[in-house]
């Protein structure tokens, strides 16, 4: 079955420091990835996807994420972490030929002054 | 993208009773989907909502615990039935687009006392 492991329940951070959240999933077939965020009390926001093509996707908020297939991740980046990036973020794979959505167990930011 | 809203936003509910909670979209899809998220934890896929069909349920979910209703293509319920402390979660509901996008509504905050 697939799954999908996110290293790190909690991500502790300096303003301006790199952001690196780490997530791999179990696959043969390459997956469509996602990163989602979600901040305190609101829904599931969509920070980016790769489905084919260009291995490094960018996202909203600075974020971007680069597929490794041979390593099987898709780890979250950003240069420069804000205070304003203090949420849960959420890696997710949809199997292939499926619709649906496998969620890791999410990685908490923290951003320090 | 598509816009979702969920009714209750929350609620508190005494154990034995039901809830039932609503989505609405702004547009029609086919595949509408139903999640749990426990105090702390990630997300939990519940079931798949097409219309026209029966809901597919996951592993650990059942339709006399969680029946679902699909009327048309813009919108869903999911009841908690015979409900318990263990119940008490966020219920969110998202519908998929395009490269198996989801998008997700606000999710519905409920407590089982």
């Known amino acids: 079955a697939q799954s999908v492991t996110q290293l790190g329940s909690h991500v502790s951070v300096s303003e301006g420091a790199l952001v690196l959240l780490r997530c791999n999933y179990s696959?043969?077939?390459?997956?469509?990835l996602f990163w989602y965020v979600q901040y305190p009390n609101q829904g599931l926001q969509l920070l980016l996807k790769?489905?084919?093509?260009?291995?490094l996707v960018k996202g909203i908020n600075g974020f971007e994420a680069e597929f490794k297939k041979s390593e099987t991740s898709f780890h979250l980046t950003k240069p420069s972490a804000h205070m304003s990036d203090a949420a849960e973020y959420f890696c997710?794979?949809?199997?292939?030929?499926?619709?649906?959505?496998?969620f890791g167990t999410g990685t908490r930011l923290q951003v320090f002054p | 993208s598509a816009v979702i809203s969920q009714k209750p936003s929350r609620d508190i509910c005494q154990r034995g009773t039901s809830l039932t909670i609503q989505c609405q979209v702004d547009?029609?899809?086919?595949?509408m989907f139903w999640y749990r998220q426990q105090p702390g934890q990630s997300l939990t896929l519940i079931a798949t909502?097409?219309?026209?069909?029966?809901?597919?349920?996951e592993s650990g979910f059942v339709i006399d615990k969680f029946p679902i209703s699909r009327p048309n293509l813009t919108f869903s319920t999911l009841t908690v039935s015979n409900m318990s402390p263990e119940d008490s979660s966020i219920y969110l509901c998202?519908?998929?687009?395009?490269?198996?996008?989801?998008?997700f509504g606000p999710g519905t905050r409920l407590t089982v006392l």
């Open positions: 790769y489905t084919t093509g260009a291995t």
């Open positions: 696959s043969s077939v390459p997956p469509y």
């Open positions: 909502a097409n219309q026209g069909s029966e809901a597919t349920y």
């Open positions: 998202s519908v998929t687009l395009h490269d198996n996008e989801q998008f």
């Open positions: 547009s029609q899809v086919t595949m």
């Open positions: 997710a794979v949809s199997p292939y030929n499926t619709d649906k959505l496998i």
